[in-house]
């Protein structure tokens, strides 16, 4: 450890990425623990590292937040990251892409690397030190202010990098890479200032096939492209998001449809769906995306999709014919014109029409379902002609084989009795 510390000491001034590896992962503060992804590990060489042995390195190296400026002893480095693939060096100091270089270049197997909020704009990348990170799959540049210039020398010496995080990098531009770059399939390029499509047709020029684009908290206000250049533009896009985007059109909504593989969609928080409820929101944009299977991170549903398109229908069919969208005609010639759905007024029913069997006599009446036994007999003491105190009241439903039931509980509501239009009520006087 001592040893470590004293050739720290030729670096450049701050911590190394040595010195941080060798206190976090010390016996003393990162004990040994089974399990994957975690071990001892003992390189062979180089022979007589006085440390070799006592550090407990798992294969995914934390190191955020720690200080460092500088990558320390390389041969160090290269002695206990031989099996490290993943390396999160977010939120340092790191300022001079050399630097970095030293590091990744002793990390053989390294396939994800995060450098998020680290100063790098400071420094050029120059090819050489790029080629460092070749065998890099997966890198995250948000918030390090990195230029276009420093992408594309990426771009260009990391054949195989699949997923890319550009993510709150202030760019209100796209500089177009001299190459395309095949490999790519995911790009996070959140919370810049994007607001321009000729912009975002850029990203589908450099990296053709794109399978993930993930576009949130950018300000784009239209898609300004034809059909046709849309699908040679993003021909293998299967998912894209677009929450907080500034889109206020459902030409745009329509335009998705022009990708060709085009899956997944994520459109919360747009100008466009202010106006509608959640319900109109999920069923109107079902209806207008037909090969979507999944929406804003739920999966839609066979019986949703044909119930999101008979709304569609109903939504628009008393529309003037120049408002209609197109996609009204195709969803009629699926389903048919549709009839307006019948209005059902739920509420429970507040009076009810009976027959009141008294003698010989038989008088309709509206009663109160809200009143209870007693009120009922108040109102009926001068049809009968019978004080309440000598009324009984026999109720009768309809469709019932079991006979009348007689209303003994003067504080019963009389609908919880279920009293229907054209049921009967007898009233007898009390026997003495």
């Given amino acids: 450890m001592w040893e470590v510390q004293e ?69 160090e480095i290269a002695a206990f990251c031989a099996h490290v693939f993943e390396l999160d060096l977010s939120d340092n100091k790191l300022e001079d892409w050399h630097e970095v270089s030293k590091i990744v270049s002793n990390v053989p197997h390294l396939e994800f690397l995060n450098l998020s909020s680290n100063p790098l704009s400071l420094s050029v990348l120059e090819r050489s030190c790029a080629g460092s990170f070749a065998g890099v799959r997966k890198l995250v540049l948000n918030n390090s202010k990195a230029s276009w210039e420093t992408v594309h020398t990426i771009l260009q010496e990391l054949p195989d990098l699949e997923e890319l995080f550009l993510c709150l990098n202030d760019y209100e531009t796209v500089s177009c890479s001299p190459v395309c770059c095949q490999s ?19 990203l589908g020029i450099m990296f053709p096939s794109l399978d993930t684009l993930i576009l949130a908290n950018n300000n784009l206000t239209t898609i300004e ?14 998912s894209i998001n677009l929450h907080k985007s500034g889109l206020h059109c459902w030409e745009d909504i329509d335009k998705l449809n022009s990708f060709p593989k085009l899956e997944e969609v994520k459109l919360l928080g747009i100008p466009l769906l202010q106006s509608y409820t959640t319900e109109e929101r999920r069923k109107l944009l079902i209806a207008r995306l037909p090969s979507i299977t999944k929406l804003n991170g739920s999966i839609v549903a066979d019986g949703e999709r044909e119930d999101s398109e008979r709304f569609f229908i109903r939504y628009y069919m008393e529309f003037p014919e120049e ?20 209005v059902v007024d739920l509420r429970p029913q507040s009076s009810v029409k009976v027959e009141v069997h008294f003698q010989d006599k038989v008088e309709e009446m509206s009663i109160r379902l809200d009143q209870t036994v007693a009120e009922l007999k108040k109102h009926l003491k001068t049809v009968v002609q019978l004080s309440t105190s000598n009324m009984l009241l026999f109720y009768l439903d309809q469709e019932t084989p079991f006979g009348p039931e007689e209303m003994k509980y003067s504080s019963r509501a009389l609908h919880s009795y279920g009293i229907r239009d054209g049921d009967k009520i007898y009233v007898e006087p009390r026997m003495k």
């Avoid at 790519?184 to 850029?202: G, M």
């Avoid at 492209?225 to 299967?238: G, K, M, Q, T, V």
């Avoid at 969208?325 to 010639?333: G, K, N, Q």
């Fill in 7 to 75: 050739r720290s000491m030729d670096q450049p001034s701050g911590r190394s990425f040595m010195q941080v590896l060798c206190e976090k992962y010390s016996p003393e503060n990162f004990p040994y623990r089974r399990g994957p992804g975690m071990g001892v590990h003992v390189p062979a060489t180089p022979q007589g590292s006085p440390m070799k042995d006592r550090l407990n390195l798992p294969s995914v190296l934390v190191l955020n937040s720690c200080g460092i400026t500088c990558a320390g002893d390389e041969n």
């Fill in 184 to 202: 790519l399939k995911l790009l996070h390029i959140t919370d810049n200032n994007l607001q321009d499509w000729t912009e975002i047709r850029k």
């Fill in 225 to 238: 492209e034809s059909e046709d250049s849309l699908a040679r533009l993003f021909p293998n896009l299967r």
């Fill in 323 to 342: 408002e209609v969208p197109f996609r009204y005609h195709e969803l009629v010639t699926k389903y048919g014109k549709l009839e307006p759905l019948a």
